[in-house]
Nanobody
Framework: QVQLVESGGGLVQAGGSLRLSCVASGRIFSSYAMGWFRQAPGKEREFVAAISRSGVSTYYADSVKGRFTISRENAKNTVALQMNRLKPEDTAVYYC?????????????WGQGTQVTVSS
């Protein structure tokens, strides 16, 4: 079992930056691939970024490529999402998730989410 807690969300103007963090507790963090997802009002949850267990491999949705960066510190049980050049369409609840396999489309554990609002 893994517990995930996100933080770092907030209100920012378009063009600004935010850094989301997710702290994991429970099983060994380094044994999980990690991902970030988001869900905007009235829309389905969508993939944002993912990172392998070691952090060597990363993947991004086309909509955030070049603006967002996912990273992890296994010694601190954390995964981060640095978001730059934010746009109003990035407004959503952002969730971190943990997966036991890599590469993967299946995530086994989810956090509660953190709200990101980008004003125009």
């Amino acid at each position: 079992q893994v517990q995930l807690v996100e933080s770092g969300g907030g209100l920012v103007q378009a063009g600004g930056s935010l850094r989301l963090s997710c702290v994991a507790s429970g099983r060994i963090f380094s044994s999980y691939a990690m991902g970030w997802f988001r869900q905007a009002p009235g829309k389905e949850r969508e993939f944002v970024a993912a990172i392998s267990r070691s952090g060597v491999s990363t993947y991004y949705a086309d909509s955030v490529k070049g603006r967002f960066t996912i990273s992890r510190e296994n010694a601190k049980n954390t995964v981060a999402l640095q978001m730059n050049r934010l746009k109003p369409e990035d407004t959503a609840v952002y969730y971190c998730a943990a997966a036991q396999t890599w590469p993967t489309a299946r995530y086994d554990y989810w956090g509660q989410g953190t709200q990101v609002t980008v004003s125009s």
